[in-house]
């Protein structure tokens, strides 16, 4: 069973800066594409980034192009998202999610495993 653990959320201002980190105490991370989601209070959870297993393709949604990174360093078997000029309605609690059958998109429903989350608060 994989176990993912999300850290490195909080309370920021927007226009500030967070980093999130997802690894899994197995070390079998680093075989498998990941995901980020989030879900805000009364909203579905929606998908925010994809990376491959070996990191050469990562995805966005269109909500978070050019303010999002994701990463990963396979040898620290974690994968990490970057987000800058974060914004209030980034607000929401963000998961990891692993995708074993490797479909390479952004739906919920493709991803089997998941984290517990970590919360992310965007406000003055």
């Known amino acids: 069973q994989l176990q993912l653990v999300e850290s490195g959320g909080g309370l920021v201002q927007p226009g500030e800066s967070l980093r999130l980190s997802c690894s899994d105490s197995e070390f079998v991370l680093k075989y498998y594409p990941t995901g980020w989601f989030r879900q805000a209070p009364g909203k579905e959870r929606e998908g925010v980034s994809y990376?491959?297993?070996?990191?050469?393709?990562?995805y966005y949604a269109d909500s978070v192009k050019g303010r999002f990174t994701i990463s990963r360093d396979n040898a620290k078997n974690t994968v990490y998202l970057q987000m800058n000029s974060l914004k209030p309605e980034d607000t929401a609690v963000y998961y990891c999610?692993?995708?074993?059958?490797?479909?390479?998109?952004?739906?919920?429903?493709?991803?089997?495993?998941w984290g517990q989350g970590t919360q992310v608060t965007v406000s003055s």
């Open positions: 990376i491959s297993y070996n990191g050469d393709k990562q």
């Open positions: 999610a692993v995708d074993v059958t490797d479909e390479g998109g952004l739906g919920p429903d493709e991803y089997e495993y």
